[in-house]
């Protein structure tokens, strides 16, 4: 799909944020486990969440999704391959790795995909199945078979919340006490513990590990998903050039770090609970590195690159989770901004930018680009835009209802 912006209008009014992405898809997969039926509210209406539930329905699971409320009913759930094209479209189908093996004892599944990030490989999840006693073969798909050995603790090299997740769901199955170092603390995390917990999971949060121990699952729960963070951090970017920008059910808790970066290059807003309110701003560079929670989100890295292009003063960016997650640089300088990239860190000069044709290459990079045409004189054209409804609830409605001139 080809999305159109003309640029240099100034934004106002208001935007709901929806329900988290990255929170739901765990939830959505863990609800399995039940063997029974699971109600979901709050969840987004994106392309990733209708690409998890056809792959679900490929287990004889049965979903009815009605505005943002979701039932799920697995209580005739069968085993079956999951060699589709579906699984390489979300990262987020990887979470129904542990879940196989705890319902079925095997999983068999093409690789998962998602955004083209760089190096995303599945050897933190597969080394935590290994040692909570699953064989992998992983050669040309994702074989994976649970051997009834006696589980080992987990410990991660490095923060991954998939792979924490992945651990959480099988380790607590398998009903033994079980410990997980270094796991990922990101809020999407004890999303997916709050939502284990509630179906029956018994984990506790010691000093410096989870602590897993015996199941009892429930048959019939309902739950609400968190609100998204990183869609209510995108559309904070747009303020810059906003009259008056409302954004409602914010975060707030969760975004701690990016409020105060956003406070740091001088974006005028006030925040009220779970609203925050924005106005026109004149920015300043600084430097930035993306780091796990709590630290500044990678998922935020692109939107605030494009910001700085026009802030006062040199910017730089460095992402210790995806070093190479620079693709929408090349947009932002056929936009003729200054921007580089050296030894995997973006430099960005305040520069004016011009409306021009270019290419999305993942969801939040096509947010980046959108901000950027935004301020930029002329037309602005996305080609594979479309890319972005995978993460971003109504968009094209949002941002039209703030002032946009988008067109698709």
């Given at each position: 799909?080809?999305?159109?912006?003309?640029?240099?209008?100034e934004?106002?009014?208001?935007?709901?944020?929806?329900?988290?992405?990255?929170?739901?898809?765990?939830?959505?997969?863990?609800?399995?486990?039940?063997?029974?039926?699971?109600?979901?509210?709050?969840?987004?209406?994106?392309d990733?969440?209708?690409?998890l539930?056809?792959?679900?329905?490929?287990?004889?699971?049965?979903?009815v999704?009605?505005?943002?409320?979701?039932?799920i009913?697995?209580?005739?759930?069968?085993?079956h391959h999951?060699?589709?094209n579906?699984v390489?479209?979300?990262?987020?189908?990887?979470?129904?790795?542990?879940?196989?093996?705890?319902?079925?004892?095997?999983?068999?599944?093409a690789f998962?995909?998602?955004?083209?990030?760089?190096?995303?490989?599945?050897?933190?999840?597969?080394?935590?199945?290994?040692?909570?006693?699953?064989?992998?073969?992983?050669?040309?798909?994702?074989?994976?078979?649970?051997?009834?050995?006696?589980?080992h603790?987990?410990?991660?090299?490095?923060?991954?919340?998939?792979?924490?997740?992945?651990?959480?769901?099988?380790?607590?199955y398998?009903?033994?006490?079980?410990?997980?170092?270094?796991?990922?603390?990101?809020?999407?995390?004890?999303?997916?513990i709050?939502f284990?917990?509630?179906?029956?999971y018994?984990?506790?949060?010691?000093?410096?590990?989870?602590?897993?121990?015996?199941?009892?699952?429930k048959?019939?729960?309902?739950?609400k998903?968190?609100?998204?963070?990183?869609?209510?951090?995108?559309?904070?970017?747009?303020?810059?050039?906003?009259?008056?920008?409302?954004?409602?059910?914010?975060?707030?808790?969760?975004?701690?770090?990016?409020l105060?970066r956003l406070?740091?290059?001088?974006?005028?807003?006030?925040?009220?609970?779970?609203?925050i309110i924005?106005?026109?701003?004149?920015?300043k560079?600084?430097?930035?590195?993306?780091?796990?929670?709590?630290?500044?989100?990678?998922?935020?890295?692109?939107?605030?690159?494009?910001?700085?292009?026009?802030a006062k003063?040199a910017?730089?960016?460095?992402d210790t989770i995806?070093?190479?997650?620079?693709?929408?640089?090349?947009?932002?300088?056929?936009?003729?901004?200054?921007?580089?990239?050296?030894?995997?860190?973006?430099?960005?000069?305040?520069?004016?930018?011009?409306?021009?044709?270019?290419?999305?290459?993942?969801?939040?990079?096509?947010?980046?680009?959108?901000?950027?045409?935004?301020?930029a004189?002329?037309?602005?054209?996305?080609l594979?835009?479309?890319?972005?409804?995978?993460?971003?609830?109504?968009?094209?409605?949002?941002l039209?209802?703030?002032?946009v001139?988008?067109?698709?």
């Amino acid at each position: 799909m080809v999305i159109t912006i003309e640029g240099g209008y100034e934004l106002k009014g208001c935007v709901k944020i929806s329900g988290s992405k990255n929170a739901a898809l765990p939830l959505i997969c863990s609800s399995l486990l039940t063997k029974g039926i699971v109600t979901l509210k709050n969840i987004p209406r994106i392309d990733d969440i209708f690409n998890l539930l056809k792959i679900i329905n490929i287990l004889n699971v049965k979903t009815v999704f009605k505005n943002n409320t979701l039932k799920i009913d697995a209580r005739k759930i069968k085993y079956h391959h999951l060699m589709t094209n579906d699984v390489s479209k979300l990262r987020g189908s990887s979470y129904l790795m542990s879940v196989m093996l705890a319902l079925f004892g095997k999983c068999e599944m093409a690789f998962p995909g998602g955004c083209n990030l760089g190096a995303r490989n599945l050897n933190y999840h597969f080394d935590a199945f290994i040692a909570l006693g699953c064989e992998v073969d992983n050669n040309s798909f994702i074989r994976v078979h649970l051997k009834r050995n006696k589980p080992h603790d987990v410990c991660f090299n490095n923060k991954s919340v998939g792979a924490t997740i992945n651990a959480i769901i099988l380790a607590g199955y398998l009903g033994r006490a079980v410990r997980i170092y270094h796991y990922a603390n990101e809020p999407e995390v004890y999303e997916a513990i709050s939502f284990l917990k509630k179906i029956g999971y018994r984990i506790y949060e010691m000093k410096d590990y989870l602590l897993l121990t015996r199941r009892r699952l429930k048959k019939k729960i309902s739950y609400k998903n968190r609100y998204d963070r990183i869609e209510a951090s995108s559309y904070l970017m747009l303020g810059a050039i906003s009259k008056r920008l409302v954004i409602k059910n914010c975060p707030v808790h969760d975004m701690k770090e990016v409020l105060i970066r956003l406070k740091e290059i001088n974006l005028k807003m006030k925040i009220k609970r779970n609203k925050i309110i924005t106005k026109k701003s004149f920015l300043k560079g600084t430097s930035i590195e993306a780091s796990s929670y709590p630290g500044f989100p990678t998922d935020a890295q692109p939107l605030i690159s494009a910001l700085l292009t026009q802030a006062k003063g040199a910017s730089s960016i460095k992402d210790t989770i995806y070093p190479k997650r620079f693709n929408y640089a090349l947009a932002l300088k056929q936009m003729e901004a200054d921007v580089s990239v050296s030894n995997n860190m973006l430099i960005i000069n305040p520069k004016r930018l011009y409306g021009a044709v270019v290419k999305g290459y993942d969801l939040r990079g096509v947010f980046a680009i959108i901000i950027a045409a935004c301020f930029a004189t002329g037309k602005t054209t996305i080609l594979d835009g479309e890319v972005a409804f995978r993460g971003y609830e109504n968009l094209l409605t949002k941002l039209k209802d703030i002032g946009v001139h988008i067109n698709n």
